[in-house]
């Protein structure tokens, strides 16, 4: 696929995924146009000073939930990666009516938007914790997933696809465990919900060169799932702070002991590839079902949880991903 004449937008462009997205387009890949949608001013004002400020960059303010603005953003657009989204579990509990108003309403318009400006390619980002989700966030971006793939109906005749990418926490992304243990460390007590927790995990720059990857071999429907390392939460805790006392402090309402990217029930459309899964859409839509002649069916009663996994990373492998996060905050 030829990027260099693509005009290419992403929603929510100025947090941990959009920063880094921008960096490895504009340095490898060079597409023609390549657009910033966010709500923050201040935030973009940052980027230009961290350095984005290539002529190839343009920074729209704007919200998913204005669908009017919208569509004037994707106007002449080619791609969009959807990564604009509410986040914060606890934050999504006490404002559930802000969650969905963004996560699922505001997926909606970015349908409505793509497919009134004639966008080609439309790549959703989601989470594991959309898979059986118990927590509004999950359940929001459960929605949303639902919304993409269900959306490719609409398109008829037209060539705007729909697909989704699902993958585990990001080391170091806004939010992340990592920087509060950094923080902890200080004081001598790291806290861990529970010493059983494992968790799904996957770089920055992973993330962002499987999207790439994704859209490239996108038909529209899939949810496309990475092949990533599991980590048990309290192996991170002892890499970052080996002489700390790891105190436990109990599950926290809507957290999660095991994480899941693939439910047993999604097993049965799934297949498996090299190095990632591919959920094919369940219902008869025209495309998306490509993919069972090139990978192979998963076992009845498989699910992919964080628990069950054949990939766990070392304790030299975690401190390996937390060194460049370590002194990202040691130069601030």
């Known amino acids: 696929m030829d990027w260099t004449n693509k005009n290419i937008l992403v929603t929510g462009g100025t947090g941990s995924f959009g920063k880094k997205f921008v960096e490895i387009m504009l340095k490898e890949y060079n597409p023609a146009r390549l657009i ?19 002529p190839n960059l343009r920074y729209f303010i ?18 969009v990666v959807h990564a604009a989204a509410l986040k914060q579990v606890p934050a999504c509990e006490y404002n559930p009516m802000e969650a969905i108003k963004t996560n699922i309403l ?28 118990v927590n509004l966030y999950g359940a929001t971006k459960l929605a949303a997933e639902k919304l993409m793939v269900q959306s490719n109906s609409y ?20 939010g992340s465990v990592v920087p509060l243990f950094i923080q902890q460390r200080e004081s001598g007590v790291v806290t861990l919900t529970d010493e059983r927790m494992t968790r799904f995990w996957i770089s920055l720059d992973q993330g962002v060169r499987f999207v790439i990857r994704c859209i490239e071999e996108m038909h529209g429907g899939e949810v496309f799932v990475p092949k990533i390392p599991s980590m048990k939460m309290v192996d991170l805790a002892k890499a970052i702070a080996p002489q700390a006392e790891i105190r436990m402090i109990g599950i926290r309402p809507g957290e ?17 590839l090299e190095d990632m899964y591919v959920v ?9 079902h490509y993919w069972s002649d090139i990978g192979d069916p998963l076992p009845d009663g498989y699910h992919y949880a964080s628990d069950n996994n054949s990939k766990w990373l070392t304790m030299a492998e975690i401190q390996e991903m937390v060194a460049p996060i370590e002194a990202d905050l040691e130069k601030k």
Not at 280 to 288: C, K, N, S, V, Y
Request: charged content about 25%; overall charge neutral; some cysteine.
């Open 155 to 174: 398109a008829g005749g037209m060539m705007t696809r729909f697909s989704c990418v699902r993958y585990g926490n990001v080391v170091g992304s806004r």
């Open 62 to 79: 704007g919200d998913v939930r204005d669908l009017p603005r919208l569509k004037r953003a994707f106007n002449g657009v080619d791609i």
């Open 36 to 54: 910033i949608y966010s709500r923050d001013e201040l935030k973009q004002h940052e980027m230009r000073m961290a350095g984005f400020n290539h």
């Open 280 to 288: 094919q859409p369940a219902a008869a839509l025209w495309f998306g």
């Open 256 to 272: 999660k002991l095991h994480e899941v990217l693939i439910s047993e029930d999604e097993a049965r459309t799934t297949v498996e």
């Open 106 to 133: 505001g997926s909606s318009n970015v349908v409505d938007a793509a497919l009134d400006a004639g966008v080609k390619k439309v790549l959703a980002l989601s989470t594991d914790k959309a898979v059986n989700p």
